[in-house]
């Protein structure tokens, strides 16, 4: 049995609020630097070195990549072997998002009810997964999620009879309809089976896996491949004002699923893919 202090985890996730949203991580970065030799639109090239401009100025600056710093999404792998101890741990990483929002002069973006929407003026609550893995370490990867993006994803409830070709019709359909709203070029996230909120968490996963790892699984990875090239054709482009590179990204996540069902949830992103993950 292993002990973790509560305050040791607040601490890491101030940082790690902080650090993501001044920094994008390697692969999303490489993936939107090598996307300049793939456009073919003169304008779309423009707007891809003005991004790169302007994820530079933000690290060089340590001020936000995005106006947008997002609703802060946190994944908790915890090991079944850690006694964790100094308070609530949900307590622990809502007080490590509220840090790291104020000390990073970082936007307030949540209200604390969806319909009465009054800022909760700290950009708490987070949103927060848990799991429990073997081992004595807990795994902590945060994701802060704008809504420009946020808002043109979708979860649809398909028939088993749809089948992959079902699939692939509402990936291509739900980044057509997100088009310039999603501020592309897009990152995609896509969740096939479990449930109707296991397929959205799975897409929501998909987003924080490195961009140039495909899935382990080999139609998978196929699969991946053709939607990336085939979203790559739709003609959106940069800014969504032409061109070839519209995605930077796709992963996709599966689950095993009922016999009646074939849920499938696509999560759109913008370029600035926030994900950063740390071990305690």
Do not use: W
Not at 58 to 64: D, L, S, V, W
Not at 69 to 89: A, N, P, R
Not at 232 to 241: D, M, T, V
Not at 251 to 279: D, F, Q, S, W
């Amino acid at each position: 049995m292993r002990t973790i202090n509560t305050e040791e985890i607040t601490e890491k996730i101030k940082e790690m609020c902080m650090e993501v949203n001044i920094r994008l991580s390697e692969d999303v970065k490489e993936a939107l630097l090598s996307s300049k030799e793939k456009e073919e639109s003169k304008i779309g090239r423009q707007i891809l070195c003005q991004l790169e401009e302007n994820m530079e100025l933000a690290y060089e600056n340590k001020i936000p990549i995005c106006q947008d710093t997002g609703m802060t999404v946190v994944f908790l792998k915890i090991g079944q072997d850690v006694h964790i101890q100094g308070g609530y741990i949900e307590d622990a990483v809502n007080e490590g998002i509220r840090q790291g929002y104020k000390e990073g002069y970082l936007r307030k973006s949540v209200v604390g009810d969806p319909l009465i929407r009054q800022n909760t003026k700290d950009n708490t609550p987070g949103v927060i997964h848990y799991e429990i893995i073997p081992g004595d370490k807990m795994e902590i990867t945060v994701a802060p999620k704008g809504f420009g993006s946020e808002n043109m994803s979708r979860v649809i409830m398909l028939k088993p009879a749809d089948g992959i070709e079902g699939v692939k019709n509402v990936i291509l359909e739900t980044v057509e309809a997100a088009g310039p709203n999603a501020c592309p070029p897009m990152v995609i996230g896509v969740g096939i089976g479990g449930t109707f909120e296991k397929c959205a968490i799975l897409a929501k996963k998909a987003l924080t896996r490195d961009l140039g790892i495909h899935s382990n699984i080999p139609y998978v990875k196929e699969l991946e491949e053709e939607m990336l090239e085939k979203i790559n054709s739709l003609g959106i482009g940069p800014g969504g004002l032409g061109g070839r590179v519209t995605a930077i990204g796709l992963n996709i996540e599966t689950y095993p699923t009922h016999i009646a069902g074939l849920p499938v949830a696509v999560n759109i992103c913008c370029h600035v893919n926030r994900h950063i993950t740390k071990t305690l």
